[in-house]
């Protein structure tokens, strides 16, 4: 693979690239850059040049604009020969035919059934699952407190990692006993530390796996999401097995890898603003602030990758040139000031509401799993400080370490202490 540096054709302000860095050791200083550099700066991904989006109001014009697709072969790197497979994060562009990586018509064609599936009533019919889980998660938790010897335990991998893993599985019929098997995997793929060789070999373990899962259904339907995929017909045409196994495959990874960063980054705000939790257990500030407050501040995902221009596309003095890909920095937005004001970069449960961030996206491609990720937030945080009123930090918050992942905003552990 060849490693372009140069600066797309008219595009974006002058000056050095935004590096973004695979081993996110300074966030929320990347952060800051980005926001700095303008609308719409020019950025650096492992070698590969390209456009993102740092501003709230330029996000809604772009995310609409049908000259911005997600088709790989719009992308002029890629059609040169100067990206290949062998750039390290292909495997997040080019993961398989899915509602993902398709526009127009196929994109709704490839949506209709996911979103049937997870409408408000729906929602509301798992709820009780959803509380069944995290109860379950919460009296393990404490169990496991008091088995360690300083009480420490860690809320990611006993709490807000499980709780989304279930919820997903349960709607995807998958079978709890390959949780495990399924979080790890994911947890690999994303890691910048994990060879290349080794995240394309994962890629293709999960497309096994639901290629396996897909056949199961089809020979025996139930009630869950991987059945209704497969019975999908939208316009008479039913999703092909590579279409299921890619929606599949590209909603789990959505449907957990979110949620454990909201409840987490949501957790760890509270207890680094004591006078804000007060607030919020006394009643006086509902949970659904701190959801939204949490989204906009300290995104889940911090960089979608990417859309690609058509034609040249005019954003105020700039222009985004045919072929050029554009990244959407959702971290940098949900901090934009024009939009937040002079104080985003705090946290403030009692910034005036609505907050309209736009952390899920807008347009065709918003998150089809927003909702579901709103209510488990909405079920696992007030329950996880009713049972554990006294949680705190185990560590210094300067010592919770990233994960070196480009994409996600998670954490490499949370350590605690649920009684004080």
């Known amino acids: 693979m060849n490693c372009p540096h140069a600066a797309a054709r008219g595009a974006a302000s002058s000056g050095a690239p935004v590096v973004i860095d695979p081993l996110v050791q300074d966030l929320d200083g990347e952060t800051a850059r980005l926001r700095d550099a303008g609308p719409l700066a020019r950025i650096e991904l492992l070698g590969v040049p390209a456009l993102t989006v740092t501003r709230h109001a330029l996000a809604r014009q772009l995310l609409v604009d049908p000259r911005l697709v997600k088709d790989l072969e719009a992308w002029g790197l890629w059609q040169r020969g ?11 562009i080019d993961a398989g035919r899915s509602m993902f990586t398709v526009d127009g018509a196929e994109h709704r064609r490839l949506r209709t059934k996911t979103s049937q599936a997870l409408t408000p009533r729906r929602l509301e019919e798992i709820r009780p699952d959803i509380e069944k889980f995290t109860e379950e998660l919460l009296d393990a938790l404490d169990e496991q407190s008091g088995r360690s010897e300083n009480g420490v335990v860690d809320l990611k991998s006993l709490f807000a990692q499980p709780l989304p893993m279930r919820v997903v599985g349960m709607l995807m019929g998958v079978d709890e006993a390959e949780h495990p098997m399924l979080m790890k995997r994911y947890k690999a793929f994303f890691s910048m530390l994990t060879p290349h060789e080794e995240r394309l070999a994962l890629l293709a373990e999960l497309d096994v796996f639901y290629a396996a899962l897909v056949q199961e259904r089809k020979a025996r339907p139930t009630d869950d999401l991987t059945s209704a995929l497969i019975l999908a017909e939208e316009g008479g045409e039913p999703l092909t097995e590579e279409e299921v196994v890619g929606n599949l495959k590209a909603m789990v990874a959505a449907g957990h890898e979110t949620t454990i960063g909201l409840i987490l980054n949501a ?12 607030r919020v257990l006394d009643g006086e500030i509902p949970w659904e602030t701190v959801i939204e407050e949490t989204l ?3 995104t889940p995902t911090t960089h979608l990758l990417m859309r690609f221009a058509t034609q040249d596309i005019q954003v105020g ?7 050029e890909g554009v990244v959407i920095s959702y971290r940098a937005i949900g ?6 004001g002079a104080d985003a970069d705090a946290f403030d449960i ?5 907050i309209r961030h736009m952390t899920f996206g ?16 909405a079920v696992a945080l007030p329950a996880l400080f009713a049972r554990f ?4 930090a185990a560590v210094p918050d300067e010592e919770v370490r990233k994960l070196p992942v480009m994409t996600q905003n998670d954490m490499e552990a949370f350590p605690v202490l649920l009684h004080g």
């Open 335 to 340: 901090r934009d000031t024009e939009q937040h």
């Open 317 to 323: 003095d700039e222009v985004i040139a045919k072929g």
């Open 362 to 377: 807008h347009g065709p491609h918003i998150c089809p799993g927003a909702a579901l990720s709103r209510v488990e937030a």
């Open 82 to 92: 100067e990206v290949t497979h062998e750039w390290p994060l292909i495997g997040m």
């Open 267 to 278: 957790v760890r705000a509270l207890l680094t603003h004591p006078d804000q939790l007060r």
């Open 350 to 354: 009692t910034r005036p509401a609505p």
């Open 389 to 392: 009123p006294a949680l705190r």
């Open 296 to 298: 906009r501040w300290d």
